[in-house]
């Protein structure tokens, strides 16, 4: 089970601080924070069972190359995707008639 936590009144050159740590290490702020708990965490011999479990999609997709991205979406979708553009047409011309 997940939880979600909430930080009030962070000191704003606290927050500028912990955003510019985050850009440094390619994360989001959320993802940055999960790195500091999760840091915090095993510092005290108390480490997570998984701590990669914790980070969202989005920080492992930090750590991978444009180029790597390309081919592993070339695998999982080697005819392309459909163009959302027909799909956008068709629900305009159902919404007018």
Do not use: C, W
């Amino acid at each position: 089970m997940s939880s979600n936590l909430s930080v009030k009144n962070v000191p704003e050159p606290m927050l500028v601080a912990l955003r510019a740590r985050a850009a440094r290490n390619h994360r989001s702020l959320q993802g940055e924070l999960m790195s500091i708990l999760e840091a915090a965490v095993s510092a005290q011999g108390q480490a997570a069972p998984d701590a990669t479990a914790y980070r969202g999609a989005a920080d492992s997709m930090d750590k991978i190359s444009i180029e790597a991205l390309a081919a592993h979406a070339k695998q999982l979708f080697p005819k392309g995707t459909p163009s959302s553009a027909d799909d956008l047409r068709a629900m305009r011309d159902n919404r007018s008639s």
